[in-house]
C-alpha cells in the first residue's frame, strides 16, 4: 500500500513536469493526466453482454468487468396471493377518501411476498501487476469514443508502454493489450472477493467456477445456492514466456521477456434468457471454452481491426461539432471543472452528447440479450444502489430516449426481448393481483420477471408496463420496420387488454385507474389536520397520459398491419371517458385527478408532464396546458433548484418541447455542473447511467424534433450555442437529417429519406411542405423561406 501511495504520487507529480509531451485530445475522447483512483474515476468498454471499468495503474492495474445477467436471487412469483379479494375494498376506499384505511389495506394486500428483490453483481476483476519500481513519465490514458478503446500510455526509464482494453462485440470477449519497446514482465490475476468454488488452469487459460450465495431474507426470500458463473482468460498471444497458475484467491499468468501480450476474457452463467431462470443444462465454463475457442487463432491485429470497423458501423452515423479546438487540448477532468466554476464549453456538451451515444452501444446490444439496467452494464458491488435493477417508472424509460433519434435502432433489440419475455409473468400479475387479461409490470423489475409491487405500496405502479411500450412503438415510428412491429404489436396488444381491464368508473363518471398514484410523489391528504401524507390515489394524471399515448400507438399500428377493428374502435369510444388533464389553482398542470398539495412541490419526479415529454399531448396546440406545463417547471424548479441528474435531464427535454432553448442550455450546464463525475458519468450520487442518456436525448432534442407530423430544424436552441453541426440524426419517419448553423441561423439542411414522399419542415414559425426524392434531398435555406427564423427561439 505504500508504495502504491508513492506511486500516484510520481504519476501525479510527473503530470506536472512532463505534461508538455502530452498530446490533447481529439473530438471524440475522453483523456486525463493521472490513473483513476476511484471507480467513478475509471473508463468503460462493453460490448452489450460484458462491461469493464479501466483505471490505468501502470503498478497495479484494475480492470473491473462484469455479466449482464449476474444477479443475486431466484426466480419467484411475488404476487400477493390476498391481492384480487381485497382489490374492490381498497378502491372503494380511495373512491371515498379513505386514503389512510387505503395505504393500510394495500400495504397488507397489494405489496409483494417477498417485497424487494436482490441485486446485480459485479463479476470479478482483472490485476496486473508490473515488475516494476521506477516511476512513470508522460503518463496519459483516454478512451476513444470512436474506436471504442480506453488507451494508456506512458513511459519508465524512457521505455514507451501501452495498454489497450476493449469489448468485441463480433467475438464476444473483453480484450487486454500490453505492450512496450523493451522486455517487460507482469503477473495477471483473474479473482472474485466471494462465491469462489475454485480457480483453475490448462492450456494457457486461467478461470474461476462458482455460484451466488443469499442469505434468506423475509424482504428478499429464500437463500442458498443460486446462480452459478464462470470467467476464463487465456493468453491469444505473447512474443515472452508464460506460466499458468492457480491458488485459492486467483488464477492467471506469470508473464516475463515479453514486449507484445493479448489477453481475451470472456465470462457466463447458467441463466437462461427465455425462461428467465437458471438452467442446469447450462454448463458456464463450458460457455466459455467456446467463446474462447471461437477466438484462437485470431490475430491481435484482426482482432482489433473487426472491433473497430464493428464500432465505427454505430459510432460513426452521427457526427456533432460545436465548440473551441483549444479546450480540445485540455484533459477531460480540467474541462469539467472549469464548467463546475460557471465556463462554458460547448466541445463538452459535443462529447457529453457522443459519450452517452457510446454507454449505450456498450451496455445495450448484440451479443447481449438484457437491456441497459440502472447502471447500464457496469457495477463494482454485489449489492448495489437500487440494486442497479430495472428501474420501471423513467429509469429503464429514459435508457432508451436517445436510441432512435441518435441512430442507434439496434440498441432496442435487448429492451424488446426483455419486454416481450415479461408478459409471461406479467400475465400472471394482471390475473393474480388485477383479475385483467394482458399483462403489466410495476416500478422495477430484474431478471427473473419479478412483476409484483415492489419495495413498497409507495411503488406501486400498475401503469408502468403500458408505459414500457412505448419505445416499441417509437422505434417503428423511426425505422417503419413493419417485421417488428408485427413482432412488438402482441405486446402492445396484451398492455391494452390489462388497461382495459383495469378502467374503473369514479364517482365523477370517468374511466380511471385505480389504486394509482404519481411515481414517488407524496400529497396532503385533503380535510385533515394533521397534515398526513400519502402516494395513493385514483386517475393520477400520468396515468392517464400513459393510456392516451399506449391507445393512441395501438390504434397507429392496428391501422398499419390491418387488424383488430373492433378493439380499436373499443379504444377510441373508451379515451373518450377519460378524465381531462386539468389546471390547479396555482396555475400549474394537476399532478391527481384532484388538485392536492403536494407534499414536496419541489420534488424530483415532474411525472404529470409525461404528455410534454416524451409524448406529444401537451402542444402549442393545446396553449392553456402548454404554459401550465410551463409554470409546473418554473415551481419545481423554484422549491428545488438541484434536481439529480435523470430528473435534471428530463427538465432538459421538457424546455426543447416548450422552446426554450435558453433554459434548456442552462439545464445542460446544470447537468455538467451538478450530476457529472469526472469520467463524465451521471451521479445522483450514487452512479447512474439514465442520466446520461436523458441529456444526450435533451441535447437531441433541441436541435431537432419530430412529432405531430412535423419535423423541426432547431426548435430550441441557446444563444450560446452560436455556431456548430449536426449531421445524421433521425426524426420519425424513417428520416436522417443534417444540420449547420452559423450565428444562430440555419445556414445548411439535408434530409435523406428511403422513399419519394412529401414531408413537413418547420423553423421557426415556417413551415414548408416539401416533396423528397429517395436518397439524400439538400435544401438552400433561402428557397425553403428559411432565411431566419420569425419570432424568438419560443416560436
Not at 311 to 328: I, Y
Not at 437 to 449: A, I, R
Not at 501 to 508: A, D, I, M, Q, T
Not at 635 to 657: E, L, Q
Request: glycine share 8%.
Amino acid at each position: 500500500m505504500k508504495k502504491s501511495r508513492i506511486a500516484y504520487f510520481l504519476i501525479l507529480w510527473g503530470s506536472f513536469i512532463g505534461t508538455s509531451g502530452v498530446q490533447g485530445q481529439g473530438e471524440n475522447e475522453l483523456w486525463y493526466k493521472a490513473p483513476a483512483k476511484e471507480w467513478t474515476e475509471a473508463l468503460p468498454v462493453g460490448n452489450g453482454r460484458m462491461g469493464a471499468m479501466v483505471f490505468g495503474d501502470p503498478y497495479m492495474e484494475r480492470i473491473q468487468f462484469n455479466e449482464e445477467s449476474v444477479w443475486g436471487g431466484s426466480r419467484m412469483d411475488n404476487n400477493n396471493p390476498k391481492a384480487l379479494e381485497h382489490l374492490p375494498e381498497i378502491r372503494q376506499a380511495l373512491f371515498r377518501g379513505e386514503y389512510t384505511r387505503a395505504w393500510k389495506l394495500s400495504d397488507q394486500y397489494l405489496l409483494g411476498t417477498p417485497p424487494r428483490i436482490r441485486s446485480y453483481q459485479t463479476l470479478g476483476d482483472v490485476l496486473i501487476r508490473y515488475h516494476r519500481d521506477a516511476a512513470p513519465t508522460d503518463y496519459r490514458r483516454s478512451l476513444k469514443l470512436d474506436k471504442g478503446i480506453v488507451e494508456t500510455v506512458y513511459k519508465v526509464e524512457g521505455v514507451n508502454f501501452k495498454q489497450e482494453v476493449y469489448a468485441s462485440a463480433p467475438h464476444n470477449v473483453i480484450v487486454i493489450r500490453l505492450s512496450a519497446d523493451q522486455a517487460f514482465g507482469a503477473d495477471v490475476s483473474l479473482t472474485r472477493e466471494k462465491d469462489v468454488d475454485q480457480y483453475r488452469h490448462q492450456d494457457g487459460t486461467a478461470w474461476f467456477e462458482g455460484q451466488v450465495r443469499d442469505e434468506d431474507s423475509p424482504l428478499m426470500g429464500p437463500g442458498g445456492r443460486h446462480m452459478r458463473f464462470c470467467s476464463a482468460i487465456q493468453v491469444l498471444a505473447c512474443d515472452g514466456k508464460v506460466v499458468s497458475f492457480a491458488d485459492q484467491g486467483a488464477s492467471g499468468f506469470r508473464i516475463s521477456e515479453a514486449r507484445q501480450v493479448t489477453l481475451v476474457l470472456t465470462a457466463a452463467t447458467d441463466y437462461n434468457f427465455d425462461q428467465l431462470d437458471t438452467d442446469a443444462s447450462i454448463q458456464p465454463l463450458e460457455v466459455c471454452k467456446a467463446i474462447l475457442g471461437q477466438v484462437s487463432g485470431t490475430s491481435p491485429e484482426v482482432l482489433r481491426d473487426r472491433h473497430e470497423n464493428d464500432h465505427r458501423r454505430l459510432f460513426d452515423r452521427v457526427k456533432f461539432r460545436m465548440g473551441s479546438a483549444e479546450r480540445d487540448r485540455l484533459p477531460t477532468d480540467e474541462r469539467l471543472a472549469a464548467v463546475k466554476a460557471g465556463k462554458q464549453d460547448n466541445g463538452l456538451i459535443t462529447l457529453y452528447f457522443q459519450y452517452a451515444r457510446y454507454l449505450l452501444m456498450a451496455s445495450s446490444r448484440k451479443p447481449g440479450r438484457l437491456p441497459a439496467n440502472l447502471q447500464g452494464v457496469w457495477n463494482d458491488l454485489y449489492t448495489a444502489k437500487w440494486n442497479s435493477d430495472f428501474h420501471t417508472n423513467i429509469n429503464l424509460q429514459m435508457n432508451y430516449w436517445p436510441a432512435e433519434v441518435a441512430n442507434l435502432p439496434e440498441t432496442v433489440e435487448p429492451l424488446s426481448g426483455f419486454l416481450t419475455r415479461l408478459t409471461v409473468p406479467g400475465g400472471r400479475t394482471a390475473k393474480a393481483t388485477y383479475g385483467t387479461e394482458g399483462w403489466t409490470l410495476h416500478h422495477l423489475t430484474d431478471v427473473f420477471g419479478r412483476t409484483g409491487v415492489a419495495d413498497g405500496v409507495w411503488g406501486l405502479s400498475p401503469m408502468a408496463g403500458p408505459w414500457m411500450t412505448f419505445p416499441l412503438f417509437r422505434h417503428y415510428e423511426f425505422t417503419l420496420d413493419r417485421s417488428y412491429l408485427e413482432r412488438t404489436y402482441p405486446v402492445m396488444k396484451g398492455s391494452v387488454q390489462f388497461v382495459l381491464g383495469f378502467l374503473v368508473e369514479s364517482p365523477e363518471g370517468y374511466l380511471v385507474t385505480n389504486p394509482s398514484h404519481s411515481p414517488e410523489n407524496a400529497f396532503f391528504v385533503p380535510r385533515t389536520d394533521k397534515k398526513e401524507k400519502t402516494f395513493l390515489c385514483y386517475g393520477a394524471t400520468i396515468d392517464t397520459q400513459i393510456i392516451h399515448g399506449l391507445f393512441s400507438n395501438f390504434i397507429k399500428a392496428a391501422a398499419v398491419l390491418n387488424q383488430d377493428a373492433a378493439l380499436v374502435e373499443k379504444l377510441k369510444e373508451t379515451l373518450k371517458r377519460l378524465p381531462p388533464m386539468k389546471v390547479g389553482a396555482n396555475g400549474t398542470l394537476q399532478e391527481w385527478m384532484h388538485d392536492y398539495d403536494e407534499a414536496e412541490p419541489g420534488h424530483r419526479h415532474i411525472s404529470h408532464l409525461l404528455g410534454l415529454y416524451p409524448l406529444s399531448l401537451i402542444t402549442k396546440d393545446t396553449p392553456v396546458l402548454f404554459e401550465a406545463a410551463r409554470k409546473t417547471i418554473e415551481r419545481r424548479m423554484a422549491y428545488s433548484t438541484r434536481h439529480v441528474g435523470w430528473s435534471s435531464a428530463w427538465i432538459i427535454n421538457f424546455y426543447a418541447r416548450l422552446y426554450d432553448g435558453e433554459k434548456a442550455g442552462d439545464q445542460v450546464q446544470k447537468l455538467l455542473q451538478q450530476s457529472t463525475l469526472g469520467n463524465l458519468f451521471n451521479t445522483i450520487p450514487p452512479f447512474q447511467i439514465d442520466g446520461n442518456m436523458g441529456g444526450a436525448a435533451g441535447i437531441a432534442e433541441m436541435l431537432l424534433q419530430s412529432h405531430n407530423d412535423q419535423i423541426h430544424i432547431l426548435p430550441a436552441l441557446p444563444a450560446s450555442w452560436k455556431d456548430g453541426s449536426i449531421t445524421g440524426l433521425k426524426a420519425r419517419g424513417n428520416y436522417t437529417v443534417d444540420l449547420k448553423w452559423r450565428n444562430g441561423i440555419l445556414v445548411s439542411l439535408s434530409v435523406h429519406s428511403p422513399g419519394s414522399r412529401v414531408c413537413r419542415l418547420r423553423y421557426g414559425a415556417r413551415v414548408k411542405e416539401v416533396r423528397l426524392k429517395k436518397g439524400e434531398n439538400s435544401f438552400s435555406v433561402k428557397e425553403l423561406g428559411f432565411i431566419r427564423p420569425s419570432g424568438s427561439s419560443r416560436p
